[in-house]
C-alpha cells in the first residue's frame, strides 16, 4: 500500500541537511524479488534506518533494522554482500512490515514485527512547520523509530546527533537548530540539564522513556523548561506504545490495571508482580490476543503504581534479592545527588556486593555529598546498602542513553 510523505521533511546530519528526495536516492538495495522484496539496514546509522522506513511507507516494502547481525532474522542469509532469503517460503502477510530486533540485555536478542499501520496509528502529526524534533534514542530501536516516523509524518525537521554523542554536543545542536521536540531516557535527560548552555533552550515538548521514570527527574524537568509538555511513555519493542502519562507525576494511576484502553490494551499484574500486557488486534469475529509478560516489576502505593526494577535485573547479596533500581530511587531523593548508577561486583562471600556511582548536584560538594548518600542509605537494610561509593561525572550509558551495569572498572 502506497503513502505519500510531506515533502517538507528534513534531516540534518553531520552538519548536512538532507530533503525526502534526497533520502528516497539514498534507500538500501532492494532484496529479492516480487511480493518478497524488502529493504535492509545494519550499519546503525540514523539515515540508513530513515530510509528503510521511508521505503516501508511509501511503497509497502517489508523493512528490517539490523542492530546485532549475529543474529540475522529467520530465513535470511546476511553473509554476502546482498540480503536474501535463503529458500524459505515468504510470508505475505509481513509485507507492510517492520522488523526490529530487541536491545539482548537480557539475552540473545530477538525479532519482532510492527505492521506499518499498527505503527503510525500511534503517531500524531502535531506541530507546524517550525517543529524541529531531535534523536536521541537508538534509530534501529523501537524509541528511536517513534521518534523518525513522527518527524517524518508530520513533515518536520528530525536533528540526527553523530553516535556516542557527548550530551554537550547534543545541547549544542538543540540550541543551534531550535529542537522544539525531543525524547529521551531518565539518564539522558539527568545530564542534559547539567550541560551549559540548557537555558538557550525552549523545547515545546519532552518526551522520557526506556527507564524507569522517577520524580526527582520530572520536577527537574519542569523546572528547567517551564513552558514545555512533559510526558513519559511505556514501550516494548515486542508490543509497541502501551501508555502515555502526561500529569506530572511518576508511575501510572493504580486505575489502569482494570480497564483497558482504547487501543486494545489492558494491564495486569503476575504472580511475581510483572507487568502483564495484553493486546488484542482484530475485530470481535477475527479478535486474536496476545499476553506479554514484560518483565518489569511493579509495586502499588494508594492510588498510583509504580516501576521498581526488571525482574532479570535482580542481585544476590548474600543470599538477599537486591533490585539496583530500587536504590537508585531512594538516593535521588537527595537533591545533592543529580544521578546515580548501582551495579554488582563479584564477591566470595556475599555472591556480591553493591557499588555506587553517583554524579553530585551542580554546586554541591562531592564529599559532602558522599557524606550524605551514607546517612540516607542508613534507611535501607544492610544488604542493599552499596559497600562501594565513587563519586563520577557522568554515569555509564550505553548507545541508547540507558544505563550500563557493566563493570568497566
Known sequence: MRRSLPPTFEVISNSSRLSLEELRSRTPRVNGNGSGAFSLAQDGSAVSAICCLIALIETGRMAYLVRDSNCPPDGIDLSGDRALYNGESFKSEFAQCLWLQTSGTSGKPKWVTH????????????????????????????????????????????????IAASVENVVTLAARHSVTHI??????????????????IEFRQITLGGEIVDQGTLDALKLSFPT????????????????????????????????PFPNGISLNVSDEQTLLVNVARGDSENRIEDLVDTRDLV??????AYFVGRADSVINVGGNKVYPEEIEAHILKLPSISDVLVRSQPNPITGSILIADIVPSLGY?????????????????????????????????????????????
Open 115 to 162: 505492521n506499518i499501520d499498527n505503527l503510525l496509528k500511534g503517531i500524531t502529526k502535531g506541530g507546524d512547520s517550525n517543529t524541529t524534533w531531535m534523536l536521541s534514542f537508538d534509530p534501529f530501536s523501537f524509541a528511536g523509530v517513534q521518534v523518525i516516523l513522527s518527524a517524518l509524518i508530520g513533515g518536520h525537521k528530525l536533528v540526527c546527533p553523530p
Open 183 to 200: 525524547s529521551g531516557t531518565p539518564t539522558f535527560w539527568r545530564s542534559f540539564i547539567r550541560a551549559r548552555k540548557v537555558n538557550e
Open 228 to 259: 514545555a509538555r512533559i510526558r513519559h511513555i511505556y514501550a516494548t519493542t515486542e508490543v509497541g506504545v502501551v501508555m502515555k502519562v502526561r500529569d506530572g507525576l511518576a508511575g501510572f494511576p493504580a486505575d489502569w490495571l482494570s480497564r
Open 299 to 304: 509495586s502499588i502505593s494508594g492510588q498510583r
Open 365 to 409: 560538594d562531592p564529599s559532602l555529598a558522599k557524606t550524605q548518600i551514607v546517612e540516607h542509605l542508613k534507611l535501607l537494610p544492610r544488604f542493599a546498602r552499596p559497600a562501594i561509593i565513587r563519586i563520577e561525572d557522568n554515569v555509564s550509558k550505553s548507545i541508547g542513553g540507558k544505563k550500563s551495569r557493566r563493570n568497566n572498572h
